[in-house]
């Protein structure tokens, strides 16, 4: 037997997200999921969802969600792209809207889902470095480019851009497509949704995976010009009709239509953020301004790489990236009171024994 068609495999080295472990007890704040359960509606409509409905195909606009998303952004439905989770969507964001040979341009520390779509879908690419306080200079993007790609907050700093600053970048940035990655956004940071009137190359993409507390039901959303958004439906309707099932449907409409409960949620998280952030640096540690569910982090003398294993060993799961200018720090998702009083606990622990 040849084993000539191992040649022929795709050889590529994917994203590894936050560690999902079945352990009980464990504190689990390495994968930035929301501490509190998702509105009451969603469960209401869990309960009564007419499973004979499963019979047929989900209605492929997704119409019911895209309706919700439009009268709570103030745009119309058909600026509304919805999808399994945003890393589908940003999956399609690279299909539909980086097809030129200029490279594409995103920061050196982002989302490191980024370079793995660009090697999956050979997409020229470009990191631009942040400078040392993590922040973008706007006027490293003023130069032609295959399109530009800017978490806001950044992923996993924390550090939001206001708006003056995401002007200026799509002012300077007219020829290609422009996505703001708003995973985070709804933890204090400002909104590009009013640019959307004014820039049609302006492409938003949020998640129901953070702020509204659906990570395990996958939702993402895009909002844009009606002729980007026309675009991502014809890549979709050329890979999968089908990305989103009939009950996430229905149950991601509920989580729109109860703003007070989302607003509450968030508010919530934010105060435990700002109260954390006090208590880390009461610790000794230095920690990026957040304006997302989680804390970035770094401590002058306790290395992050051991922090996070004796963290990892009481069950308490901090996220750690082994990845240049950043592996000395770590990603601390915002849980609840309780839960962060913990980790505090046993970081003030950690700390005082291993003297450091
Ligand atoms: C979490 C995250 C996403 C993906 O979220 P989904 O669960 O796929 O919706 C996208 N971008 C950034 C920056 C994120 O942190």
Known sequence: MSGLWQDKLRKIDPYVPGEQA??????????????????????????????DGLRLYPNANATRLKTALAAHH????????VGNGSDDVLALTFQAFFCS????????????????????????????????????????????SG???????????????????????????????????????DFGAWSCVPLLEKYDNLLIVQTFSKSRSLAGLRIGVALGSETLIRTLEAVKNSYNSYTM???????????????????????????????????????????????ANFLFVTHPTARAKDIFLAMRARNLFIRYFDLPRIDNYLRITVGTDDEMDKLLTALREYLAQANV
């Not at 953020?273 to 301004?289: D, H, I, M, N, T």
Request: with cysteine; aromatic share 12%.
């Open 22 to 51: 079945q352990i009980p007890d464990l504190v689990k704040l390495n994968a930035n999921e929301n501490p509190y359960p998702p509105s009451p509606r969603v469960a209401e409509v869990f309960r009564t969802f007419a499973v």
């Open 74 to 81: 103030g745009v119309s439905p058909t600026q509304v792209f």
């Open 101 to 144: 040979e200029q490279p594409v341009l995103f920061p050196d520390i982002t989302y490191s889902f980024y370079p793995v779509w660009c090697s999956l879908f050979r997409t020229p690419y470009e990191t631009v470095p942040l400078n040392a306080q993590f922040r973008i200079n706007p006027r490293d993007y003023d130069r032609p």
């Open 147 to 185: 399109g530009v790609l800017l978490p806001n907050p950044n992923a996993p700093t924390g550090i939001a851009e206001n708006r003056a600053f995401l002007e200026d970048i799509l002012a300077h940035n007219q020829d290609c497509v422009v996505i703001i990655d708003e995973a985070y956004v």
């Open 245 to 291: 099932d009939a009950l996430t449907i229905e149950a991601g409409a509920a989580s729109v239509e109860d703003d007070s409960y989302f607003r509450a949620t968030c508010r919530k998280v934010m105060d435990t953020r700002e109260r954390c952030a006090r208590e880390f640096e009461a610790l000794g540690f230095s920690v990026c301004p957040s304006s």
